[in-house]
Nanobody, 119 residues
């Protein structure tokens, strides 16, 4: 079983920065992908950025050039550095891990952390 714990959310003015962290514990599997998703009120949850165990990353168009995803495998931690924040980035941000352990698919979620960007 995998546990994910996010931290780092908060209230920031437009143009400001925040860094989110996600600590993973448990058996992650040999090849995993971790990602940050967000869900704003009344909207569907969307993928913001993802990163594989070997470091390949992917971003949704609206955050390219502003957000940076990274991971520290030794610490079991994933980060999301968010710069030039906009009011439309306001959402609950969730950490996710997808992996395989033997023949079992792992799809774990954190509890979420609120990010609020004021104009």
């Amino acid at each position: 079983q995998v546990q994910l714990v996010e931290s780092g959310g908060g209230l920031v003015q437009a143009g400001g920065s925040l860094r989110l962290s996600c600590v993973a514990s448990g058996i992650l599997g040999s090849s995993w992908t971790m990602g940050w998703y967000r869900q704003a009120p009344g909207k569907q949850r969307e993928l913001v950025a993802s990163i594989t165990k070997i470091g390949y990353s992917n971003y949704t168009d609206s955050v390219k050039g502003r957000f940076t995803i990274s991971r520290d495998n030794a610490k079991g931690t994933m980060y999301l550095q968010m710069n030039s924040l906009r009011p439309e980035d306001t959402a609950v941000y969730y950490c996710n891990l997808k992996s395989w352990l033997a023949a079992t698919r792992i799809d774990s979620w954190g509890q979420g952390t609120q990010v609020t960007v004021s104009s």
